[in-house]
Nanobody, 127 residues
Framework: QVRLTESGGGSVQAGASLRLSCVAS????????VAWFRQTPGEGRQLLAG??????????YIDNSVKGRFTISRDNAKRSVDLQMNALEPADTAVYFC??????????????????WGRGTQVTVSP
C-alpha cells in the first residue's frame, strides 16, 4: 500500500523559512514525478513545484508564483521529496500536499495527473 506522509508544517512569521518533507512508503518514487501542491479553503489545489525524471536524470519544475522563494529536491535514499520555502508571506498560508504519479517520468501539471496523495500539512504565516 502506497503512503505519502508530509511533515514540517507549522506556524511562522512572515519572512521565515520552512522545509516540508514528503516520505513515501510502499512505493519507490525514484523515477516518478512527485510534486507539492497547496490548497486554501474554497479553492482548488495549486501546483507549486515538482521533480520529474528523464533519461538524463532528475529535473525540477517550479511554478512562477513561487519561483525564487521555493525549491524542491529529491533524496532517493530516504525516499523523500522536500520543499524548501523561504521568505514566507501570509498569502502562503494553506494546507500543503505531497502527490506522486504512478507512471514514470514527467512532472504532471494538473491534479488529475497524480494518483497518490498525502493527507497534508498546515502552514500558517502571520504578518
Amino acid at each position: 500500500q502506497v503512503r505519502l506522509t508530509e511533515s514540517g508544517g507549522g506556524s511562522v512569521q512572515a519572512g521565515a523559512s520552512l522545509r516540508l518533507s514528503c516520505v513515501a512508503s510502499g512505493y519507490n518514487f525514484r523515477y516518478y514525478g512527485v510534486a507539492w501542491f497547496r490548497q486554501t479553503p474554497g479553492e482548488g489545489r495549486q501546483l507549486l513545484a515538482g521533480v520529474g525524471w528523464r533519461s538524463s536524470g532528475d529535473y525540477e519544475y517550479i511554478d512562477n508564483s513561487v519561483k525564487g522563494r521555493f525549491t524542491i529536491s529529491r533524496d532517493n535514499a530516504k525516499r523523500s521529496v522536500d520543499l524548501q520555502m523561504n521568505a514566507l508571506e501570509p498569502a502562503d498560508t494553506a494546507v500543503y500536499f505531497c502527490a506522486a504519479r504512478s507512471t514514470r517520468g514527467e512532472v504532471g501539471l494538473f491534479v488529475e495527473n497524480y494518483q497518490y496523495w498525502g493527507r497534508g500539512t498546515q502552514v500558517t504565516v502571520s504578518p
